[in-house]
């Protein structure tokens, strides 16, 4: 018997679909040889080239906040798991919270592998809370045209501790900063002087003065200039090592994709927006019940405004206030027109707005930056509201108006027909105009175009039963 291939003999001449259907299968098989080779050298170099000497980088640019001290917390044990010979964090930051920054500055300490804060590119600045995390590695270097310092502690909105407040605060941000520059073994004095006195320094400057301890034109330069160089890893009783930098290659490790969401979130102007967007998409399902897209949506955006809100020096008086004002607007639906408590959303919004991070305490101290409300989203978000508010107020009293030439609201007993489906609440045709209706059936939905009877009359909304 001849040898068959794939069903097909092998001494026949492959001709028409049989000689194509076998190419085919050939191919397919080649191909899956391919990638499975592909795969296997894959997996197994995978681990060899984490393993291999080399430099981690990260990058931290903006305000110091949890989402990025947690990114850091990431790099060091990645760091140390993957066994690399450095971990380097290129700084930009004009300052951030206490507690970020406490963090931060304790997962340097802690580190198993060598750590190098490079305050870079040119411009760049380790302000306020940057000044620490710089000192809190074991080294410390800068790019030209940058510079570092001005660690004086501030509330969370900027504005001046009182003498009590002031005195407990610097103190004891002084006595981390000595601390710290004492482990490291920088310049003590000058680096007090940051917190103290608000000073700060180019890069030049600090080098000379002991702040910094190299200056790099860029990355490749400070990898160059760190070759053989001496540090403690875990001072004062940790092992000395020399960092060997020669042939090592540079991995960076850049924010997941919920970091990245996470740290978009991480701003007062879209923690507002958040709450306002959210806020207006409850009231809109609960003046339409039926909808389901604004209530969904909205209840989505306060859930997100919430979890931006616990990223920042909040203020949660302002948060009860524009809660209270989503609360009051949702008053305002089950009442007949536009009244007292659609003002008093508008103005509890407003307050509260103000409100939302502003703090007459020490707020989050080491924030360099006036941590709140943008007055170009404000205003603009405000006057919207209320102009709409405003509209919609007069509408409701021209609708009350026995001067103004207004329809005649249906009394008792009149007949109507269902517009758009009641459930309990939704419009019907009376008098040849369209009103607000809600059903005295709870838990029945009617239907468009059902006959129904008016058997209350609240204002301009009619209660209204089948007939």
Known sequence: MSPKID?????????????IFVTQIRIKRLLVLFFSIICIVAGLTGPALAQQGHVL????????????????????????????????????TPGGLLSSTRDITQHLLEAEVPSVVYVSPRGAQAGSAGTFIASAANFSAMAPGTNIGAASPV??????????????????????????????????????????????????????????????????DLIVKLDGLQTIVKPPDGAKVTIETAGLSINRLNMSLVEKFLNFLADPNISFLLLTLGG???????????NIYPGVTGVILLILAWVSLGNLPVNWAGVVLIAFAIALGTLEVYVA???????????????????????????????????????????PVVSTVGLIGGILSWFA?????????????????????VATDLNPKGTVHARNELWTAISDEEGDLISSGVRVKVVKVDGIVLTVSRL
Not at 159 to 181: G, P, W, Y
Not at 397 to 417: L, M, N
């Open 57 to 92: 980088v990260l990058e931290i640019d903006g305000i110091v906040h949890p989402i990025s001290e947690g990114f850091i917390k990431r790099g060091v044990e990645k760091a140390t798991g993957d066994g690399a010979e450095l971990i380097i964090i290129e700084l930009d």
């Open 337 to 379: 027109g536009f009244g007292v408590l659609g003002v008093g959303a508008i103005i509890s919004f407003c307050i509260g707005g103000l409100l939302l991070f502003f703090h007459t305490g020490t707020g989050s101290p080491m924030s360099q930056l006036s941590v709140s409300v943008s007055l170009w989203v404000l205003i």
């Open 155 to 220: 509330s969370g909105t900027g504005e001046e501790l009182t003498d009590t407040q002031k005195a407990k605060v610097f103190n004891d941000a002084a006595a981390e900063m000595r601390s710290i520059a004492t482990l490291r073994g920088r310049n003590t004095e000058k680096l007090e002087a940051t917190v103290l006195q608000s000073l700060s320094y180019t890069a030049s400057e600090a080098l000379e003065e002991n702040v910094i301890d190299l200056l790099a034109s860029d990355l490749d």
């Open 280 to 290: 207006i998409g409850v009231i809109a399902e609960l003046y339409n019940p039926g």
């Open 7 to 19: 069903g097909v003999n092998s001494n026949d001449k492959l001709y028409g679909m049989d000689g």
């Open 397 to 417: 009293y021209k609708s009350r108006d026995g001067e103004h030439d207004t329809p005649v609201v249906p009394p008792t007993g009149e007949i109507a027909t």
